[in-house]
């Protein structure tokens, strides 16, 4: 079975950074790709980030300059480093593995709220 774990959620001040975590425990194997989506109240889910397995990476374009995905493949751990946050980035954030022939992993959430 599968775990992914989150960490580094919290309240920041607009301008502010923060660093989400989000390791991968058990029998995970073939990651295809992994990243992070969220979701604000009142909103659909939204792709934030992905890195693929050749080391690509994609940003909604509300994030680009801002954020930066990156990956510890020994750890099994993807992470997403936040800077310049805005009160519109405030939502629940969730990561996601896709491994094992395309089968789909979900952490539990982390929020994240932008206010001052």
């Known amino acids: 079975q599968v775990q992914l774990v989150e960490s580094g959620g919290g309240l920041v001040q607009p301008g502010g950074s923060l660093r989400l975590s989000c390791a991968a425990s058990?029998?995970?194997?073939?990651?295809?790709?992994m990243g992070w989506y969220r979701q604000a109240p009142g909103k659909e889910r939204e792709l934030v980030a992905r890195?693929?397995?050749?080391?690509?990476?994609n940003y909604a374009n509300s994030v680009k300059g801002r954020f930066t995905i990156s990956r510890d493949n020994a750890k099994n751990t993807v992470y997403l480093q936040m800077n310049s946050l805005k009160p519109e980035d405030t939502a629940v954030y969730y990561c996601?593995?896709?491994?094992?022939?395309?089968?789909?992993?979900w952490g539990q959430g982390t929020q994240v709220t932008v206010s001052s």
């Open positions: 996601f593995f896709r491994a094992n022939g395309a089968q789909s992993y």
């Open positions: 058990g029998s995970i194997f073939s990651i295809n790709s």
């Open positions: 890195i693929v397995g050749d080391g690509s990476t």
